[in-house]
């Protein structure tokens, strides 16, 4: 019986120590991993930010150009004007890019989309360059 | 006692036999554990890589961001200028002007988005991959300097003895092209505010522009 236990003794210690062994090289392999990956995410986030940035911020670049240009003017089509370009500024301030994993950011780029398309039309921007910076900014999200 | 003799002179070991059996065993137990090792190591790569994944998206997603906002709106106030333009005063001659003035915003953003496709694609190497690099080749002990505080290289134990090897931080882009940038930009800031003063545009237009510097 003191055979059987001897062996199963050594039998376990055998185990603990590939268990061990393989522990260890998963240590090591996990942190190079998480290195890997990061550098990865971070480069994939990196152009997405970017192309997201750019459009978001064209919107507002435009927005407040004519918001400029509109405040002098008293008429009711400027004021419908005014209207819908304040609209698309208040929504560019709703929808900040701060967290790219939110379920609110597909949303928020659609509607944005939507209120450009929109104060586009009311201010007779012409249809070919709507098209030109359309393409100009790459793949929608 | 011929036996010793032969043992003695041969140098065999009478044991000799169960050496070799020992030295058989303990080298399949080596290469065994070597084996559980390099499997640890490939689960965890694995396992560590989709941990950092998500991670590493949002940080480069901030990162990337913030790169694009300046030029971007910039494109916006130009593109608004433009159509300003084309409908006020469609014989204008400035709209020459803006239109190249457009072309040229729209370039320097696709040179940003470039740049940081670019980068990270080819990251500068970090400390520990020069400093292994180094112990390979056999002139750097593991601590990654010279020799600590008795080193006697002007350039190499400079920040403040710690011993680091001098290597850029995982910069975003490399100084050279970051300023060449940062100058294409304040140019193109430049003419544009130029072209909202010709133009007769709101002030509050042109501080604007200067907040985008």
Redesign the interface.
């Known amino acids: 019986m003191s055979e059987q236990r001897r062996s199963d003794d050594l039998f376990d210690s055998i185990v603990m120590a590939e268990e061990r062994f393989r522990g260890e090289g998963y240590k090591e392999g996990y942190e190079r991993g998480a290195h890997r990956g990061l550098q990865e995410g971070r480069r994939h986030g990196a152009v997405h930010g970017a192309r997201l940035s750019a459009e978001v911020s064209f919107y507002h670049g435009f927005a407040v150009m004519w918001q400029c240009l509109l405040q002098n003017h008293t008429d009711p089509k400027s004021r419908k004007r005014m209207k819908a370009v304040e609209a698309l500024l208040s929504q560019l301030e709703r929808s900040p890019l701060d967290n790219p994993q939110s379920e609110k950011l597909k949303e928020d780029m659609d509607k944005l989309r939507a209120k450009f398309r929109q104060v586009c039309s009311m201010l007779n921007v012409p249809a070919d360059f709507r098209d030109f910076f359309k393409s100009a900014q790459g793949t929608s999200f | 006692m011929s036996w010793l003799k032969s043992v003695s002179f041969s140098g065999e070991d009478v044991f000799d036999e169960n050496a070799d059996e020992l030295n058989l065993q303990s080298r399949e137990w080596s290469s065994?554990?070597?084996r559980?090792?390099?499997?640890?190591?490939?689960?965890?790569?694995?396992?560590?890589?989709?941990?950092?994944?998500?991670?590493?998206?949002?940080?480069?997603?901030?990162?990337?961001?913030?790169?694009?906002?300046?030029?971007?709106?910039?494109?916006?106030?130009?593109?608004?200028?433009?159509?300003?333009c084309?409908?006020q005063h469609p014989e204008n001659s400035a709209k020459q002007t803006v239109s190249d003035l457009l072309r040229q915003v729209?370039e320097h953003?696709e040179s940003?988005?470039e740049d940081?496709?670019r980068t990270?694609?080819n990251?500068p190497p970090s400390v520990s991959d020069i400093s292994e690099a180094m112990e390979d080749l056999g002139s750097m002990p593991a601590g990654g300097c010279c020799g600590g505080e008795k080193c006697e290289k002007s350039d190499c134990c400079k920040e403040g003895g710690k011993g680091q090897t001098v290597v850029p931080q995982q910069s975003y882009r490399s100084l050279d092209s970051s300023h060449s940038l940062e100058n294409k930009f304040a140019v193109l800031l430049q003419q544009c505010t130029q072209l909202v003063t010709e133009l007769g545009?709101?002030l509050?237009?042109t501080a604007?522009i200067e907040s985008l510097r």
């Open positions: 065994n554990m070597k559980r090792v390099r499997d640890g190591y490939v689960d965890g790569v694995d396992a560590g890589e989709e941990a950092a994944l998500q991670q590493g998206f949002n940080l480069g997603f901030r990162e990337g961001a913030a790169q694009t906002v300046a030029v971007s709106r910039l494109k916006g106030v130009v593109t608004a200028i433009w159509c300003w084309e409908s729209t953003e940003i988005l940081i496709k990270l694609e990251p545009l709101p509050e237009l604007y």
